[in-house]
């Protein structure tokens, strides 16, 4: 079965520090997303890679940034956490056929 | 710019109907359409993908149609069941080797017993 896995469910920083989110895919896909998602604006991209150590800007990639070592691994972070970026945040990867696979979600909470 | 239109936003059904949820978007030019399913708190999990080429996806109770050159998608559930409560997302891949995937805002669906 596909999956992507994302390593923490519930997270709760402090403003200012600093914020890891890693998400791990078994399916040897070569494009993997971020997304957050708020009540009332949806889905948003906030980065995105097409292979190993490539990114792309999404369409709000201020305040975060990525990095992806390996294949299978495309982590995203806060290099300091703001309160307007308490959101629930996605990852997902797609296949050659453009299916996207979603992981349960890091719901993040800045205080 | 692509955008994805999802009405009504919110549904409420009694269990064993049939019922049908929209999606349209406004540029035709689209690579696949995706319908997705999301639980409170939960990821996207993915329920059909329509290709270009194709017009209509089945898995179980669920078909999905792709009307490119009216911009349109529906989701058809059969038999509808307490279970399938949940929030309904479409999202248009724009363009062969695009990341441009655009989501609709979803249709919350209550099914009741």
Known sequence: DVKVTQSSRYLVKRTGEKVFLECVQDMDHENMFWYRQDPGLGLRLIYFSYDVKMKEKGDIPEGYSVSREKKERFSLILESASTNQTSMYLCASSSLTGELFFGEGSRLTVL | ?113
């Open chain 2, 1 to 113: 710019k692509q955008e994805v239109t999802q009405i009504p936003a919110a549904l409420s059904v009694p269990e064993g109907e049939n019922l049908v949820l929209n999606c349209s978007f406004t540029d035709s030019a689209i690579y696949n359409l995706q319908w997705f399913r999301q639980d409170p708190g939960k990821g996207l999990t993915s329920l059909l993908l329509i290709q270009s080429s194709q017009r209509e996806q089945t898995s179980g109770r669920l078909n999905a149609s792709l009307d490119k050159s009216s911009g349109r998608s529906t989701l058809y559930i059969a038999a509808s069941q307490p279970g399938d409560s949940a929030t309904y997302l479409c999202a248009a891949l724009s363009g062969a080797g695009s990341y441009q995937l655009t989501f609709g805002k979803g249709t919350k669906l209550s099914v009741i017993p």
